[in-house]
């Protein structure tokens, strides 16, 4: 009961933090449209990083309440296959894959500010 208390809780966590960086995405690409419209291509492309960045995010905490959502279902089936199945493994690969990418971008947007604060 505790186990299971725990991964849905862990559902719910991941599932807000993932619905957090849908919406900072959202905000980015309206800030990026708007600075392409007023022909500042710099900002445009400073908020389509974190644009992505953000999609990343969110799709790592999508795929992590996926996951935790199936360990749920495992305590509640025992007879299941315990999370150790080719599907759960390819969920926890792509994962490691949203959130190295998601820090991709978050290492382009920091050397990018490192760049221009030291210009300053």
Not at 50 to 62: G, L, N, P, T
């Amino acid at each position: 009961q505790q186990q299971l208390n725990r991964y849905l809780n862990s559902v719910a966590e991941h599932r807000l933090k993932q619905i957090e960086h849908e919406d900072k995405e959202d905000e980015h690409l309206k800030a990026e449209a708007a600075a392409r419209k007023a022909g500042d291509t710099e900002t445009a492309d400073d908020h389509k990083n974190h644009a992505q960045f953000h999609q990343y995010k969110a799709k790592f905490h999508k795929t992590k309440s996926l996951l935790h959502l199936n360990y749920a279902n495992s305590v509640l089936n025992p007879q299941g296959d315990q999370g150790n199945s080719p599907r759960v493994q390819e969920m926890r690969d792509r994962a490691t894959e949203y959130d190295s990418e998601a820090a991709g971008f978050a290492a382009l947007i920091q050397e990018k500010k490192n760049h221009t604060g030291a210009a300053r």
